[in-house]
């Protein structure tokens, strides 16, 4: 299976995410894709309800660590149940840098998440000024560490992963397949290690970091990468097309 998650961030009001959802009725999906889109909180019901018969999974882009109480502007996975929602990204980037989300609230946010039955997208990865100073293995394994810290090794093993190097997100700059591969082999072996008594494991790895429809071959040659976290590029329907159908043309 090959995981392709569309993340619209803080863009699409209903009548655009509408006409997305148009064009991808035309749209086949394969048996082997997962397509997920994660729109924003506002957008969620109203897609639930719109969807129909596309082969499009719905997920959220956050959620709170808390079922519900005086937590002003969050969103509990209740809320997220009641919208149809089957996976959250949790950890990604720019809540930890711009929200300044530590990994001890990422790990509460995972185990709540399994409470709820929503699979979570797990984002993890590095600056750049921490891969300059050759700290990538020593900021995933800490990620890794404290972030399924609170699991179950059956919970661990139903997470998608999502490697998405900092210095990539929305830059332009995509790691190179030669580098993803290399972080993906760390981040299996690590979990290897760690949780699984070394046990062979086949855990679902993205990538997510400036991907686009030119770069998708590249980065899907490599084995060890399940799928990709898409974000500027999922936003123009025709975009995110191509990118599914990679290998198809």
């Known amino acids: 299976m090959k995981y392709f998650v569309a993340n619209w961030k803080m863009h699409k009001t209903y009548i655009e995410a509408f006409e997305f959802l148009e064009h991808f009725k035309n749209v086949p999906i ?97 600056t750049l000024e921490q891969r300059k100073n050759n700290l990538t293995f020593d900021v995933i394994s800490k990620q890794l560490s404290i972030g399924l810290s609170k699991l179950t090794e059956s919970e661990i093993y139903k997470i998608i992963f999502a490697y998405e190097p900092v210095w990539a997100i929305g830059t332009g700059i995509n790691a190179t397949p030669n580098q993803a591969e290399e972080v993906h082999e760390f981040i299996k072996s690590f979990l290897q290690k760690n949780f699984f008594k070394n046990e062979d494991i086949n855990v679902k790895i993205l990538y997510g970091g400036s991907v686009t429809p030119n770069n998708i071959k590249d980065l899907m040659s490599i084995s060890k990468i399940d799928g990709v976290l898409v974000g500027g590029a999922s936003l123009i329907p025709d975009s995110f097309e191509r990118i599914i159908k990679f290998n198809r043309e």
């Open 30 to 126: 394969g048996l082997n894709e997962c397509v997920i889109i994660a729109p924003s909180f506002t957008l969620l019901w109203p897609i639930s309800k719109s969807m129909g018969e596309l082969k499009i999974k719905l997920s959220a882009q956050n959620m709170y660590c808390e079922d519900k109480g005086a937590y002003t502007g969050e969103t509990s996975p209740i809320h997220l149940k009641d919208c149809n929602v089957e996976f959250v990204i949790i950890g990604h980037s720019e809540r930890r840098n711009l929200f300044h989300e530590d990994d001890e609230l990422i790990s509460k946010k995972l185990k709540k998440a399994f409470e709820y039955n929503i699979t979570p997208i797990f984002c993890i990865g590095e």
